[in-house]
């Protein structure tokens, strides 16, 4: 609806009845949900290190025929049906309610959607520290989105040849087997631990699992060979203790 405007000035001593915009001016501005919304996005961008790609990211929305239609259907409210559009836009249907555009770059929600011709430069920015799948997908679903965006960063992980090398050389040692006695208290292992600021002796049965635990008051060679003819007076003596490099031993 077009409008035509006629602006004249009045005096404000000829203004006899003055309305009170007129006369009451604003001390603070309020900023509008929009306003808040865009800079909170901004943020978010910045956060991510993608700052340096949104007039990029500008230009190539605008030579893409498909984000540029998107935009016209963004702009007339998607008053065409779905039978009526390509498949191609699909992916953007199903979100339309969440889609909006500024200066030049599309917009679910506070993510930006990435034009095609990006998109790998990008997901390469996003692995770049190498890390996990998981980590990866949470790092780009703060600001990115695109349609199959998850299926293809998975992909992309999976077929890494650094994270492949280094998963490769990090498997996980197999568990070391070891013999069973054939009687209780035969092998024992020994080991210190600190609990809470107190130090304590475990001792552990190989043949049954049985465990015995004695607080230490001093780290000294003479109170563990106290503590364990303690437990040797109750037990017997062993055949076979085990113990890691530690110096009391």
């Not at 997901?123 to 790092?139: C, D």
């Not at 070891?178 to 020994?190: L, M, N």
Request: hydrophobic fraction near 35%.
């Amino acid at each position: 609806m077009g409008y035509d405007f006629d602006f004249k000035y009045i005096k404000g001593k000829d203004l006899l009845i003055a309305d009170a915009l007129s006369r009451s001016h604003i001390t603070n501005h309020t900023r509008s949900q929009s306003e808040e919304e865009i800079e909170t996005i901004g943020l978010v961008i910045q956060d991510q290190g993608v700052t340096s790609h949104l007039k990029e990211i500008a230009e190539e929305t605008a030579k893409g025929n498909v984000l540029q239609s998107v935009i016209r259907l963004i702009s007339e409210n998607w008053s065409i049906s779905k039978r009526r559009i390509p498949t191609e836009f699909f992916p953007f249907w199903s979100c339309k309610d969440q889609l909006s555009f500024n200066d030049g770059i599309i917009y679910r929600g506070d993510r930006i959607a990435v034009p095609a011709t990006l998109r790998k430069s990008l997901t390469e920015k996003l692995h770049q520290a190498h890390m996990g799948v998981e980590s990866t997908l949470r790092r780009a679903r703060t600001s990115l989105w695109w349609p199959s965006m998850n299926s293809q960063l998975k992909q992309f992980i999976s077929s890494c040849q650094v994270c492949q090398s280094f998963q490769r050389n990090n498997r996980k040692e197999t568990l070391m087997s070891r013999c069973i006695p054939d009687r209780p208290w035969s092998k024992i292992a020994a080991d210190p631990f600190e609990f809470k600021g107190e130090h304590y002796l475990v001792l552990v049965d190989y043949y049954s699992d049985w465990i015995e635990f004695d607080k230490m008051r001093d780290q000294t060679a003479t109170k563990t060979i106290a503590l364990l003819l303690k437990q040797f007076s109750r037990w017997g003596l062993p055949d076979e203790i085990v113990y890691g490099l530690w110096k009391e031993f």
